[in-house]
């Protein structure tokens, strides 16, 4: 999931957000190598509703992401006298650090249903809404009118995720199968 920069070859860190999307044409696929995906829980519901796998097949819980470093809010549990912090993450296939998703051809295997987060790659979702520093897309950006409104998609996902989470941690605290948890929240909407 790549995306490159219009124009010219100056400060591609400077690029505003609203300028470009995640088109992935000519990718190379490195972000889909390594980069973990954090998924918000209404994207995860999303997924399962859109695709014919079980959760556990593509999703997994993981309290190996920095809650300092993402948007998302933890979902919380109480486990050997500490409390840690659990994000929903696209599986890594075995063997490899390759996303669930992609495929032999080095595309995506689910580009339609794809979470925001690789949608507005490699940009981040904060009030400057600049390229990331040391993003791995070679290839130029090209200028699409859907970038802010999925902006605006991913902060609406980022808030009900927030208020799902916090519920769920009052009401449960605990980690359970991923399909479990899915069917909770689709039951449990705001």
């Not at 920069?5 to 190379?28: D, I, K, L, Q, Y």
């Not at 500490?82 to 998703?101: A, P, S, T, V």
């Not at 990331?132 to 980022?158: H, M, N, S, V, Y």
Request: proline share 6%; with cysteine; hydrophobic share 35%.
């Amino acid at each position: 999931m790549a995306m490159g920069h219009p124009g010219s070859a100056g400060a591609a860190n400077e690029t505003p957000f609203s300028a470009v999307v995640n088109s992935c044409r000519s990718c190379n696929s490195k972000c889909c190598r390594g980069l973990a995906v954090v998924l918000t829980i209404p994207e995860a519901i999303r997924l399962k509703e859109n695709l014919a796998l079980k959760p556990e097949e593509y999703l997994e819980l993981t309290d190996l992401v920095d809650s300092r470093k993402t948007p998302h809010f933890p979902l919380l549990a109480g486990e050997g006298g500490r409390l840690r912090e659990y994000f929903i993450i696209i599986k890594k296939k075995n063997g490899n650090n390759d996303c669930f998703f992609l495929n032999q051809a080095g595309t995506c295997g689910s580009y339609s249903c794809r979470p925001s987060v690789c949608k507005l790659y490699p940009f981040e979702l904060t009030d400057s809404k600049r390229q990331k520093k040391g993003a791995l897309c070679p290839i130029k950006f090209i200028r699409e009118p859907q970038t802010d409104r999925e902006a605006e998609l991913l902060e609406e996902d980022l808030k009900r995720h927030g208020i799902m989470a916090r519920r769920w941690n009052i009401e449960l605290g605990k980690i359970s199968p991923i399909g479990k948890m899915l069917d909770y929240f689709k039951a449990n909407p705001i």
